[in-house]
């Protein structure tokens, strides 16, 4: 058969969408609930120092729950059965809610920037700095607990959605150091320590802005996975009955993927040899993909002597 190139790099998906979706709402509920709980401890400290510092890092905790929410209804609608209007299903709501978790790290980012910018020029009034020291490193073990379990979490069932909020979660552990680094600050006498932390951690926030938007935006634009492509090839070369696969396109929506493929078959077949050949590719294909992926199969007679009728249309430039 002819390999056939790719050039993406998304994650190995999951095994069933059943057992995926429900592996991934528990991480949701995890995180939801891990963050409530560092936010409410935050929040808790915050009434005792005053710090501006700890309080956007409270706030921003906060909206970091809402976005953990957008995927988690993102992964409750995926279980919806296709219908006549959607008859893909709805897995490419969790590519859209991967997008809008993105749109939320970047807002962050610019967030972060805006306040450490704001802060050379002023003089922070943090009161109880050992107070406030303790909320930063209860914000970093608490989101980075978060970020572990996600992430770990989406690459085994294949989520872009999950693994960009894992990675939001993360970006958000390294803001709560900036609250530590203002604590340290105001300790050493030196206030405007927070001010250049802040700076780093929204380069830090940004560059995840940039891994997470790369991966969901790539599958968006249906960049096919090199490392699935290559299990597909395989599995092909275990069916027998074809002369070779003359076209393989992938399209990613969520965790599921829809695979069209013309395969070229003798010419003399008949209609029922013809079939069968492709239900054991079929076959063999679905056991690559993850439950719930479409595998659609052309069949074209080849002929050593003339080609494939389409040869001309599956010709690609450079």
Known sequence: ??????DTHLEALGTTI???????????????????ITTVLQAALLLLSGSVALLADTLHNGVDVAGTAIVWLAFIVTKRQRNAR?????????DLAGLAVVALIVASA??????????????????RPGIVFAAGLIGFAGNEAVAQYKLRVGRR????????????????????????????GIMVGEPRIDAAAGLVIGGLIAWAAYESGRDVILRLLDHA????RRELEQAAEQV?????????????????????????????YSFV?????????????????????VVDIHADPFDAQFGSPHAREHVHPG
């Open 1 to 6: 058969m002819t390999a056939l190139e790719g």
């Open 18 to 36: 059943d057992l995926s979706t429900a592996d991934g709402v528990r991480a949701l509920k995890v995180g939801v609930a891990g963050l409530a």
């Open 86 to 94: 959607f008859g893909y299903g709805y897995h490419r709501l969790e």
């Open 110 to 127: 610019v967030l972060v920037f805006y306040e450490a910018a704001r802060a050379f020029g002023e003089t922070p009034d943090l009161g």
């Open 157 to 184: 069932i294949g989520s872009s959605a999950l693994i960009a909020d894992g990675r939001h979660s993360r970006a958000d552990g390294f803001t709560s150091l900036g609250v530590v680094a203002a604590a340290i």
């Open 225 to 228: 996975s090199p490392e699935i």
């Open 240 to 268: 027998s009955g074809f002369d070779h696969i003359s076209d393989l396109r992938l399209r990613h929506a969520g965790r599921t993927v829809h695979l069209v493929a013309h395969v070229c078959m003798p010419s003399d």
């Open 273 to 293: 040899q013809a079939h069968q050949v492709t239900e054991d590719l079929r076959t063999a294909w679905l056991k690559v993909l993850p439950a719930g992926s």
